[in-house]
């Protein structure tokens, strides 16, 4: 009998995932690294009695064979809930699911959470269908009558999140701003600068970064002998397994040089590794190039998905950016830099369709939400709000200047910043330090030029009352986009205005940093 039950509880052949990726379903520990997604699954943490176990198993090994690692995963994760409530309060080795488990343990999750038996009854009416399951026909009729709503959609962006929604324009600039400049610095390594870069551009979700190999970095020469750079990105969900459908996406002509200087540096780091050199990964790990034979080919030197979200999220946070809203650091995530495309795109007057073509989502519904929530992020913005937030966005990229005679271009009067159609006393607002051609207007242009020098007594507050009386005047004929255009603007006059202020009462030292 002992042996009977043995062969009945034991799997007779190694299986595979939807995408190929061969896995023993005999073990109690599956380890799995799908799609550049790794995926554990612990049955030792399911408190289920050995038969069940088994029949279980033979579940989730359906999942993996029919369904993306991700669903799979979710599934485990919502059973594993379900059956530590149920140990804890029934039974320690379940051996039976009843209805009144089912109704017990939905209001153990109340409205909040009531979602997770939503996403658990399609796993546990399959685990009634294939046979052999510890649910009970009263279980499955149960499962089978009841509607549950999904999970709330669109939260963090209809709210405007802080800390998960999208960026607001100010904090954005503020992370392109920061990474242009450490990137400068050599502070940041290529491959993250470009990552991050793609991130903002295209809001694609990490996994299909992960997935990306040389040769979907596509090179078309132009008649004048420059190249336009495309991308084909890995679509992240669809039915064909990874790697089998993409998205072809151009890219923007200042990151063309960039890209293709860095997909050289990859072939030549993977030249003597791969026989053809474009099955290399775009992005992989810098630390060791290291290859487990049991995961996927299809990947081979690949980041995983979680490694290259961490990678990046460790770089953005490295960077102690603090956003206006909270005055505290950001909490930066590519998730973050996706919300803030489909907001924008909403924003500015986007349908549906065209939101889900520029997130790359299979169809409208997740669109929608940015449709239908259109976030009103039109920001009355006055001098008092300005000054509030001026020292945290760090805007003004130039120096404040006590001592005039210490400026560059000191003695020419050529330099001189003034603009008579904002101020009338045609007093100079400062100094440009640059003895190179520039036809930016000034001086508005100039608070966000590192070659501005700003006097400690010059006209900026009426160059900010002016900057704010403008942004009332468009508000008022126009939309945002165009209302906010010069916001980042006010945040550095803001900001010069508000030091020269602590300045004149004593509470700061002036800095003078004219040594460019």
Not at 57 to 65: A, D, G, P, R, S
Not at 114 to 140: I, N, Q, V
Not at 312 to 337: A, C, G, Q, W, Y
Not at 414 to 429: F, G, L, Q
Request: net charge positive; proline share 3%.
């Amino acid at each position: 009998m002992i042996n009977d039950l043995k062969s009945i509880n034991h799997f007779l052949h190694v299986s595979q995932t939807k995408n190929g990726v061969v896995f023993d379903p005999n073990k109690d520990l599956w380890d799995i690294n799908d799609a550049n997604r790794r995926i554990i699954f612990d049955f030792k943490k399911i408190n289920l009695d050995n038969k069940n176990l088994y029949s279980c198993k033979n579940v989730f090994k359906w999942y993996l064979e029919n369904h993306s690692s991700r669903h799979s995963e979710n599934m485990y994760k919502y059973l594993k809930i379900f059956c530590k409530y149920i140990s804890d309060n029934f039974e320690n080795k379940i051996s039976i699911i009843t209805d009144m488990n089912l109704i017990n343990f939905r209001g153990y999750l109340g409205k909040e959470r009531d979602w997770y038996l939503g996403s658990l009854s399609g796993f546990l009416k399959k685990w009634y269908e294939m046979g052999d399951s510890c649910l009970t026909k009263e279980a499955y009729g149960y499962l089978r009558g009841i509607k549950i709503k999904g999970n709330t959609k669109g939260e963090a962006v209809a709210t405007m999140d802080p800390v998960v929604g999208p960026f607001t324009d100010i904090e954005l600039e503020l992370i392109q701003t920061a990474i242009n400049n450490s990137y400068a610095k050599n502070e940041i390594k290529t491959d993250d600068y470009i990552l991050i870069w793609l991130f903002m551009i295209y809001g694609s979700r990490p996994i299909q970064f992960a997935q990306m190999k040389i040769k979907d970095v596509i090179f078309a020469k132009r008649n004048d002998s420059s190249y336009e750079v495309f991308l084909n990105i890995p679509r992240a969900k669809n039915r064909k397994g990874a790697r089998s459908e993409f998205k072809k996406r151009i890219v923007p002509n200042s990151f063309s040089d960039l890209i293709f200087n860095y997909t050289e540096e990859i072939k030549n780091k993977f030249k003597d590794i791969f026989p053809n050199v474009s099955e290399a990964p775009l992005f992989f790990n810098n630390t060791s190039i290291s290859y487990n034979e049991d995961n996927n080919y299809l990947l081979k030197y690949h980041l995983t998905t979680s490694q290259l979200s961490s990678k990046i999220e460790n770089v953005l946070n490295h960077l102690k950016l603090k956003s206006e809203r909270t005055n505290d650091f950001m909490h930066i995530t590519p998730i973050r830099f996706r919300r803030t495309i489909g907001t924008r795109a909403a924003v500015e007057g986007h349908g549906s369709l065209i939101i889900a073509e520029i997130l790359d989502h299979s169809d409208t519904q997740n669109a929608q939400v940015y449709v239908e929530s259109r976030p009103e992020i039109i920001e009355r913005l006055d001098r008092a709000l300005a000054l509030y937030m001026a020292p945290i966005a760090q805007a003004f990229s130039g120096t404040l200047v006590k001592d005039k005679s210490k400026a560059i271009r000191a003695n020419d009067p050529e330099a001189d910043i003034i603009n008579p159609s904002i101020d009338k006393t045609c007093t100079p607002s400062g100094k440009c330090g640059s003895h190179s051609f520039c036809g930016q207007m000034s001086p508005l242009a100039c608070y966000t030029c590192s070659s501005f020098q700003a006097w400690i007594d010059g006209p900026h507050e009426a160059v900010l009352q002016h900057l704010l009386r403008e942004r009332e005047r468009l508000l008022e004929v126009t939309d945002y986009r165009i209302a906010s255009v010069n916001d980042k603007t006010i945040m550095a006059v803001a900001q010069i205005v508000k030091a020269c202020m602590e300045y004149k009462d004593n509470k700061i030292e002036v800095i003078v940093d004219v040594a460019k």
